[in-house]
């Protein structure tokens, strides 16, 4: 996991805010990825990125938004929380880097968003 | 639209017994299955995987079994140990490097 930082690792917020999780990755790896965990539901995937000028919609995308800063950085922004969204939210890498399968995704430890 | 089954959703075994999770999809444009392992405050983390070329791989206790004219594959945990207790993903992936996930297993051995 320390490849893969995710901050903050516990956030509550309340409904209407504006949040953003960061994602920073020390692996070299060109793609990138927003996760959402749900009870019963697994991993769904928000966005995902292939490169800096690259940005892609995933499976949920409704009511996120993100920022790709640079190769290693990923930013997940909620524009306006609302309590749906309260849920385990994980970023991971993949691609071609030393020691690494370019198939094999690398997760975070995961931020828990609680909002009221 | 879930792309890709999984059950059960919960588990349980004895300590020394065997642990069976079974995933089905439904796209044949995937090409590569994983199982990924999530302990408690944990991110998911591969386990094992596996191409449709190949009809079963083991890594130690873990393996996959996989069967392409049924679009099924499952995960076989033989003693199973306590510390195998966790959640477990499968997982499959086509061309574009996006997985799709089943909801997961909550496995719990028994010591």
């Known amino acids: 996991d320390a490849d893969v930082t995710q901050t903050p690792r516990n956030r509550i917020t309340k409904t209407g805010k504006r949040i953003m999780l960061e994602c920073s990755q020390t692996k070299g790896h060109d793609r990138m990825y927003w996760y959402r965990q749900d009870p019963g539901l697994g991993l769904r995937l928000i966005y995902y990125s292939f490169d800096v000028k690259d940005i892609n919609k995933g499976e949920i995308s409704d009511g996120y938004s993100v920022s790709r800063q640079a190769q290693a950085k990923f930013s997940l922004s909620l524009e306006s929380a609302i309590p749906n969204q309260t849920a385990l939210y994980f970023c991971?890498?993949?691609?071609?880097?030393?020691?690494?399968?370019?198939?094999?995704?690398?997760f975070g430890p995961g931020t828990r968003l609680t909002v009221t | 639209q879930q792309q890709v089954k999984q059950s059960p959703q919960s588990l349980i075994v004895q300590k020394g017994g065997i642990s069976i999770i079974n995933c089905a999809y439904e796209n044949t444009a995937f090409d590569y299955f994983p199982w990924y392992q999530q302990f408690p405050g944990k991110g998911p983390a591969l386990l094992i995987a596996?191409?449709?070329?190949?009809s079963e791989k083991k890594e130690g206790r873990f393996t996959i079994s996989f069967n392409k004219s049924a679009k099924q594959f499952s995960l076989h945990i033989m003693d199973s140990q306590p510390g195998d207790s966790a959640t477990y993903f499968c997982?499959?992936?086509?061309?574009?490097?996006?997985?799709?996930f089943g909801s997961g297993t909550r496995l719990l051995v028994r010591p």
């Open positions: 997982a499959a992936m086509d061309s574009s490097y996006k997985l799709i």
């Open positions: 991971a890498t993949s691609g071609p880097g030393t020691g690494s399968s370019p198939l094999e995704q690398y």
């Open positions: 596996i191409r449709p070329d190949v």
